[in-house]
């Protein structure tokens, strides 16, 4: 199977600033990445995703990359806002249906 | 489309009773996928399935679990002599045959007592 790591566990930061979250794994034949937001008591939601031929993708205030080589993602959120707490979980496919989840990162926005 | 429906919300349990979770996948959708999430922890894989087969149980206990996704009706994550260890929430997810990504369910509160 694949093992994904995800760090920090908690991150705090002050409102406008950024927030960067990293994943690594162990699998190369990886190949979607997909990241998800899960507020207090709520479903995981997908917030955005990369593919293993693409080293990073952007949606607005948020971005995801991808160092192949390295076997490692990361999530970045620019101009945080306090909407944007919440606990993120980043994933790994390899070739068939099954995603493997980190271990989640608790983001506090401060006002 | 109403999404990925699971129920009940919240399950109450004492310990010893047996507690049957349900998952009715998005519409078009014929993978499912649960996962167990315990307090201030990630989301960890139990069972994978397509309609009438599992395809990975890896994650699954091998003792007091099981699940199924018959040809009619939802996918049943069953938990036998249930014990306080398996309080969490149960997450449900489902995808096509060509996953973008899940669609997770709202999730079942399991609380043994």
């Known amino acids: 199977g694949e093992n994904v790591e995800q760090h920090p566990s908690t991150l705090s930061v002050q409102e406008g600033d950024s927030a960067v979250i990293k994943c690594t794994y162990s699998d190369s034949a990886s190949n979607y990445f997909p990241w998800y937001k899960q507020e207090l008591g709520k479903r995981p939601q997908l917030i955005i995703d990369i593919r293993s031929n693409v080293g990073e993708k952007k949606d607005q205030r948020i971005a995801v990359t991808l160092n192949k080589t390295a076997k490692h993602f990361s999530l970045h959120i620019t101009e945080t806002q306090p909407e944007d707490s919440a606990v993120y979980f980043c994933a790994a496919r390899l070739t068939g249906n099954q995603f493997y989840f980190g271990t989640g990162t608790s983001l506090t926005v401060i006002p | 489309n109403a999404g990925v429906m699971q129920n009940p919300r919240h399950l109450v349990r004492r310990r010893g009773q047996e507690a049957r979770l349900r998952c009715s996948p998005m519409?078009?959708?014929?993978?499912v996928y649960w996962y167990r999430q315990l307090p201030e922890e990630g989301l960890k894989f139990m069972v994978y399935l397509q309609k009438e087969n599992i395809i990975d149980e890896s994650g699954m206990p091998k003792e007091r679990f099981s699940a199924e996704f018959p040809k009619e009706g939802p996918s049943i994550l069953r938990i036998q002599q249930v014990v306080r260890g398996d309080s969490a929430a149960y997450f449900c997810?489902?995808?096509?045959?060509?996953?973008?990504?899940?669609?997770f369910g709202s999730g079942t509160r399991l609380t043994v007592v």
């Open positions: 519409k078009g959708h014929s993978h």
């Open positions: 997810a489902s995808s096509p045959d060509s996953p973008r990504s899940y669609t």
